[in-house]
């Protein structure tokens, strides 16, 4: 069964930085792709971005683009998420979620507990 486990969450200052981790284990073999969703208080769910296994692929809501990146270190089984000049609506509990496919196309199999981002003006 894989876990995720979120990291790196907190309070930031509008127009600074922030660097989330996702922390994988329990994978066997095979390939994963991991997306990045958040959820702020009475909104649904959404997608920010998403790696292929490969980290070939990277795709981002039109929201973070240019702000946020997201890579991944397979070696150490760890996905990231650079936040850049975050703004206040970026505040949101953020997951990290993985499919064992290459591709992110498609529903994700597994989630994390999630992080709190908060981002003052």
């Known amino acids: 069964q894989v876990q995720l486990v979120e990291s790196g969450g907190g309070l930031a200052q509008a127009g600074g930085s922030l660097r989330l981790s996702c922390a994988a284990s329990?994978?066997?073999?095979?390939?994963?792709?991991t997306g990045w969703f958040r959820q702020a208080p009475g909104k649904e769910r959404e997608f920010v971005a998403a790696?292929?296994?490969?980290?070939?692929?990277?795709y981002y809501a039109d929201s973070v683009k240019g702000r946020f990146t997201i890579s991944r270190d397979n070696a150490k089984n760890t996905v990231y998420l650079q936040m850049n000049s975050p703004k206040p609506e970026d505040t949101a509990v953020y997951y990290c979620?993985?499919?064992?496919?290459?591709?992110?196309?498609?529903?994700?199999?597994?989630w994390g507990q999630g992080t709190q981002v908060t981002v003052s003006s």
């Open positions: 790696i292929s296994w490969s980290g070939g692929s990277t």
């Open positions: 979620a993985e499919r064992p496919e290459e591709g992110v196309d498609g529903p994700y199999t597994y």
């Open positions: 329990g994978r066997t073999f095979g390939s994963f792709a």
